[in-house]
């Protein structure tokens, strides 16, 4: 199978998600040159045909287009200044990270000043999903650079939605990010409820999964749960946490033009994120478990002594 060639992409930040993006832009047909702080994360994308870029900088200057895929904010305000003083002639930025809707501002003000465009733009989905394109993009800023661009989301993402003004896109995920977190915490806790009541998780699993309390988070995680074994990583637990606070900073402007957002089940599942970070990991099902005091026994779940 020939495979056409697409053109030039840039992708900064080379982890779970933008090393996903970089795999499968390549796959597509697209020259990727990509960037990414750590050496191991470098190293495995350039096995994979990504062209690896000394810094940012250079990225930008080998791609009209690039895709940033960041952990912190502090990474985009330097991805950004590194952008902005490469001097170059426009270029359009898709932001892909979720951060504050202020820092997201304060970029694309910095890109506009310079004469380039920002888009904002996270994703909705897991790394898991991810690797197999089945991700959706929350796009948010100017219009016709949303229409040029879907043959390029469209190679490393099943949907493009158009949300309108800069930063709709955000206030979307964060929506989006905590029902994902709260069907996750739901999905271990009556996971475990069904271990405590005598149940196999894989009987519960099969037949949550057949039933109207099934969830597309529920078929992604429990499997994972059910096992017992999280080797690939979806998302980092800071990340989970920081998403709470976007969320209660979305509570706080509400509230301010007087509507009345409750916010107790988010606030519940905050505190289950607490525990994890206390933890030192995000199993989730694992946690409840230990809480429940349950472990795990060759062929059926047995209650820990006390």
């Not at 200044?81 to 003000?109: C, G, Q, Y």
């Not at 107790?264 to 206390?278: F, W, Y």
């Not at 694992?286 to 062929?299: F, P, T």
Request: hydrophobic share 45%; aromatic share 4%.
């Amino acid at each position: 199978m020939v495979v056409k060639k697409r053109g030039i992409v840039g992708v900064v930040g080379l982890g779970i998600m933008g090393g996903a993006f970089a795999e499968n832009l390549r796959a597509a047909g697209w020259r990727v040159v990509g960037y990414d702080i750590a050496a191991a994360r470098r190293r495995a994308l350039a096995r994979k045909g990504v062209e690896i870029a000394a810094d940012a900088g250079e990225v930008a200057r080998a791609a009209p287009t690039i895709i940033l895929s960041l952990p912190k904010p502090a990474a985009l305000a330097a991805t950004v200044d590194a952008i902005v003083k490469a001097k170059l002639p426009r270029r359009v930025v898709i932001e892909a990270s979720t951060f504050k809707l202020e820092d997201k501002e304060a970029a694309e003000a910095a890109l506009h000043e310079a004469g380039h465009v920002l888009l904002d733009c996270p994703v909705s989905g897991t790394g898991i999903q991810a690797k197999v394109k089945d991700l959706v993009i929350y796009a948010s800023g100017p219009t016709a650079e949303i229409k040029r661009l879907r043959p390029l989301f469209a190679d490393f993402t099943r949907l493009v939605q158009d949300l309108g003004v800069f930063g709709n896109g955000s206030r979307m995920k964060y929506i989006a990010n905590l029902l994902v977190a709260i069907h996750n915490v739901a999905s271990a806790e009556a996971l475990v409820l069904g271990m405590k009541a005598g149940l196999p998780p894989e009987l519960v699993y099969e037949q949550v999964k057949v039933g109207a309390g099934n969830s597309r988070v529920f078929e992604l995680r429990a499997p994972m749960m059910v096992k017992g074994r999280y080797d690939e990583p979806t998302m980092k637990v800071s990340i989970w946490q920081e998403g709470h606070g976007h969320h209660r900073q979305l509570r706080a402007r509400a509230r301010r033009a007087d509507a009345a957002i409750l916010g107790d089940i988010a606030d519940l599942c905050r505190r289950h994120v607490d525990r994890l970070c206390n933890a030192g990991h995000g199993r989730t099902c694992a946690v409840l478990e230990a809480m429940a005091g349950i472990r795990r026994g060759k062929g059926k779940v047995k209650r820990a002594r006390r």
